[in-house]
């Protein structure tokens, strides 16, 4: 199985930006399509963004579109979430997730279709 852990949360104004990161280990990185989620207190886990395991197929939530970017570099085994123009109703606690993807093309979007996930980081924006 594949192991992450997910950081660079923080605390942040309103218009900032921060660039998350989650570091896999364990099984061979480029096997595998990843998420990123969301989780604010009180609500469900949501999806923010995912990326193909070739990092060429990129999909968002609506609610990230124009403002996050999701990209990987498979030489470091690791995934990025950019994140720009941060509002007050970003805040949460972000997760990555791993999900084995047989094509290059593959990526999923809903909570159960990842079995491996980071522990989260959290991430505050201020008004």
């Known amino acids: 199985q594949v192991q992450l852990i997910d950081s660079g949360g923080g605390s942040v104004q309103a218009g900032g930006s921060l660039r998350l990161s989650c570091a896999a280990s364990?099984?061979?990185?480029?096997?595998?399509?990843m998420g990123w989620f969301r989780q604010a207190p009180g609500d469900e886990r949501v999806f923010v963004a995912a990326?193909?395991?070739?990092?060429?197929?990129?999909y968002y939530a609506n609610s990230a579109k124009g403002r996050f970017s999701i990209s990987r570099d498979n030489t470091k085994n690791t995934v990025y979430l950019h994140m720009n123009s941060l509002k007050p109703g970003d805040t949460a606690v972000y997760y990555c997730?791993?999900?084995?993807?047989?094509?290059?093309?593959?990526?999923?979007?809903?909570?159960?279709?990842?079995?491996?996930w980071g522990p989260g980081t959290q991430v505050t924006v201020s008004s």
């Open positions: 997730a791993a999900a084995s993807a047989t094509t290059q093309y593959t990526l999923w979007t809903q909570v159960n279709d990842y079995p491996y």
């Open positions: 990326i193909s395991r070739s990092g060429g197929t990129t």
């Open positions: 364990g099984r061979t990185f480029t096997n595998y399509a």
